[in-house]
T-cell receptor, first 114, second 113 residues
Framework: KAGVTQTPRYLIKTRGQQVTLSCSPI?????VSWYQQTPGQGLQFLFE???????NKGNFPGRFSGRQFSNSRSEMNVSTLELGDSALYLC?????????????FGPGTRLTVT | SQQGEEDPQALSIQEGENATMNCSYK?????LQWYRQNSGRGLVHLIL?????REKHSGRLRVTLDTSKKSSSLLITASRAADTASYFC?????????????FGPGTSLSVIP
């Protein structure tokens, strides 16, 4: 099976712009979670989507949003970018929602905001 | 402070030695997972241990869980240079209403050839 794929791998944006990141889960996986990783804050949970519905949401401002399509692919959008949004954004898929399943991570999208 | 915290923050050992990393957490859990991350790439799942298990093995990895002390340890035996990575524990806090799993800050392991 192909692993989790994320596009693009690298992105440079300017403050105030918006960005959309994409994640394709492992075939058959219906849950997609997004994480932000920074040196200062570590890995922080953004949100989880399951069957096109947001199931869980972390403590991030409304500028961070996401959606999931019927084929389980997911997109994450960040509007009005700030310098502090520079981070590695990771998505992870699992067969179903819930806390007892291991997650399979993609390689991440490295976002740099200048 | 975080639900899961690894100790030490950084560890440097010689190839062939054993590496031990610890994770402490605060609230009750259903399970605890360990992940590895190589230099800013995606995380790789290593092992999941459930709250009713005390020890689990996978190849050169040995994980223990002590729910009374709210702690877990990851032992990597006969380490190799390829084990150089950051290791994270992840817990699913039962009381957490929205987070799926919570990751600790990680232990950075350097294995010197």
């Amino acid at each position: 099976k192909a692993g989790v794929t994320q596009t693009p791998r690298y992105l440079i944006k300017t403050r105030g712009q918006q960005v959309t990141l994409s994640c394709s889960p492992i075939s058959g996986h219906r849950s997609v979670s997004w994480y932000q990783q920074t040196p200062g804050q570590g890995l922080q949970f953004l949100f989880e989507y399951f069957s096109e519905t947001q199931r869980n949401k972390g403590n991030f401002p409304g500028r961070f949003s996401g959606r999931q399509f019927s084929n389980s692919r997911s997109e994450m959008n960040v509007s009005t970018l700030e310098l502090g949004d520079s981070a590695l954004y990771l998505c992870a898929s699992s067969p179903t929602s819930g806390r007892t399943y291991e997650q399979y991570f993609g390689p991440g999208t490295r976002l740099t905001v200048t | 402070s975080q639900q899961g915290e690894e100790d030490p923050q950084a560890l440097s050992i010689q190839e062939g030695e054993n590496a031990t990393m610890n994770c402490s957490y605060k609230t009750s859990i259903n399970n605890l997972q360990w992940y590895r991350q190589n230099s800013g790439r995606g995380l790789v799942h290593l092992i999941l241990i459930r709250s009713n298990e005390r020890e689990k093995h996978s190849g050169r990895l040995r994980v223990t869980l002590d729910t009374s002390k709210k702690s877990s340890s990851l032992l990597i035996t006969a380490s190799r240079a390829a084990d150089t990575a950051s290791y994270f524990c992840a817990t699913d806090a039962i009381e957490t209403s929205y987070d799926k799993v919570i990751f600790g800050p990680g232990t950075s392991l350097s294995v010197i050839p």
